[in-house]
């Protein structure tokens, strides 16, 4: 059974840090880029940050650059987002997504979301 499973969201007051983690399982998680998507209340979902099967590319949506941090562990199936000087507008649901281009065709694989809530 194919799951991704978020964690690590919680309340936090402006300028602080948490640590997502998402945890894959079911699937070759080694050959899927990782993404991090967020749908803050009343806002369409957005690309936050993302990164290569090796780990070795990353990119980040402009709002967040020099203030998050994706990586991936391939060896414990799991990518991280470590998010540092925290906005109220970061508050959101955060999304882990693992894509793979197939031959023929596209894999998407979404977990459930975990709840961010910056304070200010």
């Known amino acids: 059974q194919v799951q991704l499973v978020e964690s690590g969201g919680s309340l936090v007051q402006s300028g602080g840090s948490l640590r997502l983690s998402c945890a894959a399982s079911?699937?070759?998680?080694?050959?899927?880029?990782a993404i991090w998507y967020r749908q803050g209340p009343g806002k369409e979902r957005e690309l936050v940050a993302g990164?290569?099967?090796?780990?070795?590319?990353?990119n980040y949506a402009d709002s967040v650059k020099g203030r998050f941090t994706i990586s991936r562990d391939n060896a414990k199936n799991t990518v991280y987002l470590q998010m540092n000087s925290l906005k109220p507008e970061d508050t959101a649901v955060y999304y882990c997504?693992?894509?793979?281009?197939?031959?023929?065709?596209?894999?998407?694989?979404w977990g459930q979301g975990t709840q961010v809530t910056v304070s200010s």
């Open positions: 997504n693992a894509h793979a281009r197939l031959v023929f065709r596209e894999v998407d694989y």
């Open positions: 990164i290569s099967v090796s780990g070795e590319s990353t």
């Open positions: 079911g699937f070759t998680f080694s050959r899927y880029a």
